[in-house]
């Protein structure tokens, strides 16, 4: 067993009442404006900004805190034009039938298909790995608990990063995904898990109208 050690909390920041709810509603009002983006431009974006926003997810909390994720940066044109290709070829084959009628018709109405520019134009491509097998260090090869809900919360706060930053993002989950393993060189024990694309949006960009919907607060949420 290893040693259970402490240490006071030294970095909480408490804010008034008043402060709170004031941040709270900020906090709504800038999530409010992220809309999954599907025309990037293709300015680039600072290596340094990825790597803060990479940083910032990788403080998710996870199963005792085993951090069961890896998160694969592409910049290189060459590695994306490869992911595009992949991907439209798998995509072509979901979209000529192989995902079923029901998904397909609950994808018309964002008008998505399966040509994929932006996963060539975008300056930034974020590859998630799972890690079935890891542990607070790396390199170790424990069994790694609630690994779907971590890297689904990390990537959350990736997102958010982000967003935060300026930045406009795709989340994107080819299937399979498996070829971006074999493309960002992972090994055999990890999962792909999401694609996400990060950078400007393009002058030309436009979010479906059907995406704007949101549930209401009485809607997804119960007070007890
Ligand atoms: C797990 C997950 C997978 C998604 N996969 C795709 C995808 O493969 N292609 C795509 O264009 N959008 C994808 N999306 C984006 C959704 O269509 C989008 O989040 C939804 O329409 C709501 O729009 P919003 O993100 O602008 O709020 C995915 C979103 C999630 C959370």
Excluded at 74 to 95: L, N
Excluded at 121 to 141: C, D, M, R, T, Y
């Amino acid at each position: 067993m290893k040693p259970h050690t402490n240490q006071p909390l030294s970095d909480y920041i408490e804010f008034s009442i008043e402060e709170m709810i004031t941040r709270s509603a900020a906090v709504y009002t800038s999530l409010k404006r992220r809309h999954s983006i599907r025309q990037f431009s293709d300015r680039d974006v600072p290596k340094t900004v990825i790597e803060n926003c990479i940083k910032a997810a990788g403080t998710a909390p996870s199963g005792a805190n085993h951090q069961p994720w890896h998160f694969v940066a592409i910049h290189s044109p060459k590695i994306k034009r490869e992911v595009r290709e992949a991907a439209e070829a798998h995509e072509q084959r979901f979209y000529d039938g192989r995902a079923g009628d029901e998904w397909l018709d609950a994808l018309k109405p964002l008008g998505t298909d399966a040509q994929k520019p932006y996963l060539e134009h975008a300056p930034w491509l974020i590859a998630i790995f799972s890690q079935k097998k890891g542990g607070v260090n790396v390199g170790e090869k424990h069994t790694n608990y609630y690994v779907h809900e971590s890297v689904g919360i990390a990537t959350g706060m990736l997102i958010t990063a982000l967003h935060e930053s300026g930045l406009v993002t795709l989340t994107h989950t080819p299937k399979p995904m498996t070829f971006l393993s074999k493309i960002c060189n992972r090994p055999d024990d990890e999962r792909p898990y999401m694609l996400i694309i990060a950078g400007y949006p393009s002058v030309h960009a436009t979010v479906p109208e059907h995406a704007l919907n949101k549930k209401s607060l009485d809607d997804i949420s119960t007070f007890l």
